[in-house]
Nanobody, 124 residues
Framework: QVQLVESGGGLVQAGGSLRLSCAAS????????MAWFRQAPGKEREFVAA????????YYIDSVKGRFTISRDNAKRTVYLQMNSLKPGDTAVYYC?????????????????WGQGTQVTVSS
């Protein structure tokens, strides 16, 4: 069983930055692929970024490439999402997710564990 706790959300002006953190329980964190999804009001939850387990390969949705960076610190059992040049369209609840096996996926149905979410609001 893995428990995920997100932090770092908040209110920021357009063009600003935030860093989200997701702390995971469990001793085999490095074997899990980790991802960030987001859900805006009235919209479906969408993939944002993912990082594989052992290889550390990263994946991004096109709209955040060059602005967001996902990273992980296996010693701290934490995954991060650095978000720069934020836009009002990035406003959403951001969720951390973990997938057993080290290969990342863009599909939310492939993830076994979810955090409670953290609100990110970008004002224009």
């Amino acid at each position: 069983q893995v428990q995920l706790v997100e932090s770092g959300g908040g209110l920021v002006q357009a063009g600003g930055s935030l860093r989200l953190s997701c702390a995971a329980s469990g001793r085999t964190f490095s074997f899990y692929a980790m991802a960030w999804f987001r859900q805006a009001p009235g919209k479906e939850r969408e993939f944002v970024a993912a990082v594989s387990g052992n290889s550390g390969i990263t994946y991004y949705i096109d709209s955040v490439k060059g602005r967001f960076t996902i990273s992980r610190d296996n010693a701290k059992r934490t995954v991060y999402l650095q978000m720069n040049s934020l836009k009002p369209g990035d406003t959403a609840v951001y969720y951390c997710a973990a997938r057993g096996g080290s290969t990342a996926s863009r599909s939310l149905y492939e993830y076994d564990y979810w955090g409670q979410g953290t609100q990110v609001t970008v004002s224009s």
